[in-house]
């Protein structure tokens, strides 16, 4: 039933001329994080198996109420961070096969959340993930088409990437993104420069949980709990011992009176303008991240 929605909402997008461009370019080599190849087929998460199509469809309706007739973008919810205590959880690199039940344990704590996505993650059959964020209130953000060093690349590689991404985004959800994050942290002027002229601002983070390194949910729900009021954190949801993590890193920060919020609800008006960067970083700490990454 679903895949019978998703048809008639992909029908729906291409009548509508929101099919911008041609996705299905030939795809780049991979840089970066290694291989990649066994992607595998996404399993919905439990929840959007109760929920449905029908009503995933009602609800993205309800949230978007222009969608799909007109690009969207994502609306922040007026949160004063400067009053309550704010955390915004940022998962990089999915949507993988983890993701939907990542998106049931937030969805019962009612927490918000950042998905930076790859874009061939997207292609490779996580487009219903990225729905559901949508319709649930989650934050997405470009984290480039293959995971490519972008600081390797001339300008106009460093455009591919980050336009396809916003293409393919753009085709599948009706929204246009409005906050990236090179991988690895790794940024320089040109990476600055496309990304301003996209529209984009680049977040970093300010805990890192180092969780692809260290596969052990306590170690890495006990880096989350280091974080304090008015902070990003960065995890990343292909693992599955990160998401095993999340119950705990909810529950505690739940305890401690947190509110989960998306990245452009923590920043409010502190987001940085197109090209802008979070936090402010010179470029030593720059290049110890991309080695640390
Ligand atoms: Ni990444």
């Known amino acids: 039933m679903l895949r019978g929605m998703l048809v008639t909402l992909g029908l729906a997008l291409a009548i509508c001329g929101l099919a911008v461009g041609n996705v299905s370019e ?28 029908r009503a995933l469809a009602a609800r993205l309706a309800r949230v978007q109420p222009d969608w799909p007739a007109r690009r969207a973008v994502f609306r922040p919810r007026p949160i004063d961070c400067a009053e309550l205590k704010c955390v ?15 998106l049931d344990m937030l969805a019962r704590h009612e927490a918000r959340a950042t998905f930076f996505v790859v874009g061939r993650m997207v ?25 490519a060093m972008l600081t390797d690349m001339r300008r106009e590689g460093v455009e591919a990437e980050l336009q396809r991404t916003q293409r393919l985004v753009r ?26 002229g996209y529209g984009l601002s680049q977040i970093l983070w300010d805990v890192d949980t180092v969780d692809w390194r260290d596969r052990q949910p306590a170690l890495v729900a006990r880096r989350v709990g280091a974080a304090g009021p008015g902070t ?30 998306t990245v452009s609800e923590l920043l409010g008006e502190g987001v ?3 090209g802008g960067r979070y936090p402010m970083r010179n470029e030593e700490e720059l290049r110890r991240a991309a080695r640390r990454s």
């Open 232 to 261: 990003i954190v960065l995890l990343h949801d292909i693992h599955s011992t990160t998401v095993r993590a999340v119950p705990r890193v909810l529950a505690r920060l739940d305890h401690e009176g947190y509110t989960f919020v």
């Open 88 to 102: 915004a959880l940022t998962f990089d690199d999915g949507p993988y096969r983890y993701t939907g039940r990542l």
């Open 272 to 274: 940085p303008g197109p």
């Open 26 to 53: 030939p795809a780049r080599p991979v840089s970066g994080r290694g291989g990649g190849g066994s992607l595998g087929t996404h399993r919905p998460g439990e929840l959007a198996e109760q929920i449905g199509g």
């Open 171 to 196: 085709r599948v959800t009706g929204t246009d993104m409005r906050i990236m994050r090179p991988p690895y942290g790794a940024t320089d002027r040109t990476v600055s420069r496309v990304a301003r």
């Open 123 to 147: 292609d490779a059959g996580g487009a219903d993930d990225l729905r559901r964020m949508v319709a649930e209130g989650h934050e997405l953000g470009n984290h480039s088409w293959d995971h």
